[in-house]
């Protein structure tokens, strides 16, 4: 476990991964056809292996954790516009 992570970090992700792996077990195809179903599972589990994999090694701030005073909150306020899909930020715009 990275310095980095907290334990409540990495308990979060380990449920993510087991939830998509009980997802996985659970899948049943649209098709109805059991080598669809068979198909989809493997890669559902393929996919979360490999993205999983793929970003152990980034570690975000939680973004609820800043403090809510100054600076902080204006950064914090200013990374979340920013990462924020363009459709989100024309529907905040409206309301």
Same mark, same amino acid.
């Given at each position: 476990?990275? $310095? =980095?992570?907290?334990?409540?970090? !990495?308990? @979060?992700?380990?449920? #993510?991964? %087991?939830?998509?792996?009980?997802?996985?077990?659970?899948?049943?195809?649209?098709?109805?056809?059991?080598?669809?179903? $068979? =198909?989809?599972?493997?890669?559902? !589990?393929? @996919?979360?292996?490999? #993205?999983? %994999?793929?970003?152990?090694?980034?570690?975000?701030?939680?973004?609820?954790?800043?403090?809510?005073?100054?600076?902080?909150? =204006?950064?914090?306020?200013?990374? !979340?516009?920013?990462?924020?899909?363009?459709?989100?930020?024309?529907?905040?715009?409206?309301?």
């Amino acid at each position: 476990m990275s $310095a =980095r992570m907290t334990t409540a970090t !990495r308990q @979060e992700v380990l449920g #993510l991964y %087991r939830r998509i792996f009980r997802l996985a077990r659970q899948w049943q195809a649209a098709s109805g056809r059991v080598e669809d179903t $068979a =198909r989809e599972k493997q890669y559902i !589990r393929h @996919e979360a292996r490999t #993205l999983f %994999r793929k970003n152990k090694n980034i570690h975000l701030p939680p973004m609820g954790l800043t403090s809510l005073r100054g600076r902080g909150l =204006r950064s914090q306020e200013k990374l !979340r516009k920013l990462s924020k899909p363009v459709y989100l930020k024309s529907h905040d715009e409206v309301s």
